[in-house]
């Protein structure tokens, strides 16, 4: 709470006539901006957003729409980023607000926990997906994979398959038309590591489903190699090679607790190189869009070895009824 107090404090402080603002990107910057609704005396002008794609602009854009009279806060995983940039301009004063934001992140996540379903065993039946996509459309709507614009009225729901084994290949089709069926276009990434199976054997449905508007995208394990960078490389120019297109995005391929520190080395090199690959979106770190809520279908059981799903599948309603973004995630393995 000192944080809190420190910031109204200052913000008292200043004269009336100053105009505050709230900048930040993805849906930090909107609670960030509900937060301060409700606890400053001082109304909030609006709201200054910007994704990571552009933040490169932000001195051109800050002298033109911020003066002396301007105070900002800044919400965002770039906050040191930001604040050196608008420290170059003429804005009156800016104040770094992280802390109060990583707060408001955790209390969301506590409020959006689910207990598990002990019910239901992987595999599921392929009736309740269908089920599922219904559910969420009545209350989200669906947005494309690769968007990191910000939302600040309405739930947001992304999907997403990873192909993570031979039988996620033979069965992903089988899914991804009933998803197409109800209207929804999730995004699909492939590994190109041949671990697990051979990317060619999905190559002709990947054309196919790409003509219907469907984008895939690399789900990459390069960190898992002792050399992740050259892994990286030859996973992308495997994948070109294979399907006959750049991938314009990438998500990792999770292996829990193994290579955790790699995993996070290797996610801020493609963070901070992402033209530099011929990429639009990484999930890696979370820089570009993070999630209050993830429903997905290959939570560990914490007293057996099986994979469950949450109960927040039969609770769209409570989620879709706060303004957050959320994923649906499905592994077409654990489907029948």
Not at 96 to 115: G, P, S, V
Not at 195 to 208: E, G, K, S, W
Request: with cysteine.
């Amino acid at each position: 709470m000192a944080e809190v107090e420190s910031l109204l404090n200052q913000l008292k402080a200043l004269p009336e006539s100053k105009n505050i603002w709230i900048f930040g990107n993805g849906h930090g910057a909107r609670l960030m901006l509900d937060w301060a609704d409700q606890a400053m005396p001082i109304r909030i002008a609006g709201l200054v957003c910007d994704s990571a794609k552009t933040l490169s602009n932000l001195p051109c854009i800050a002298e033109k729409m911020l003066g002396q009279n301007d105070v900002v806060i800044v919400a965002s995983q770039f906050a040191a980023q930001i604040i050196d940039r608008l420290e170059q301009t003429n804005v009156g004063h800016v104040f770094n607000a992280t802390e109060i934001l990583a707060r408001l992140i955790r209390q969301t996540q506590e409020l959006l926990k689910f207990e598990l379903m002990t019910e239901y065993r992987a595999p599921f039946e392929i009736a309740m997906y269908r089920d599922i996509l219904k559910t969420i459309a009545k209350h989200s709507d669906f947005f494309d994979y690769s968007i990191t614009t910000l939302s600040t009225t309405n739930s947001r729901a992304f999907h997403r398959f990873d192909i993570d084994t031979q039988a996620c290949c033979q069965q992903f089709t089988t899914l991804l038309d009933i998803a197409i069926e109800e209207g929804v276009i999730p995004a699909v990434y492939i590994r190109t590591d041949q671990l697990d199976y051979d990317p060619n054997t999905i190559a002709a449905d990947v054309n196919r489903y790409r003509a219907l508007g469907v984008e895939f995208g690399l789900h990459t394990s390069c960190y898992a190699n002792p050399e992740p960078h050259q892994a990286l490389d030859n996973e992308l120019t495997l994948f070109k090679s294979t399907f006959g297109f750049q991938p314009p995005s990438l998500t990792v391929h999770g292996l829990g607790e193994q290579f955790k520190t790699q995993r996070l080395e290797m996610g801020e090199y493609i963070a901070d190189n992402l033209a530099a690959l011929g990429l639009i979106y990484a999930d890696i770190p979370n820089r570009f869009r993070q999630y209050h809520h993830v429903i997905q279908d290959c939570h560990l059981h914490p007293e057996q070895p099986l994979r469950v799903l949450k109960n927040d599948v039969h609770k769209i309603q409570r989620i879709a009824d706060t303004p957050i973004d959320y994923l649906l995630l499905i592994h077409p393995c654990y489907w029948q």
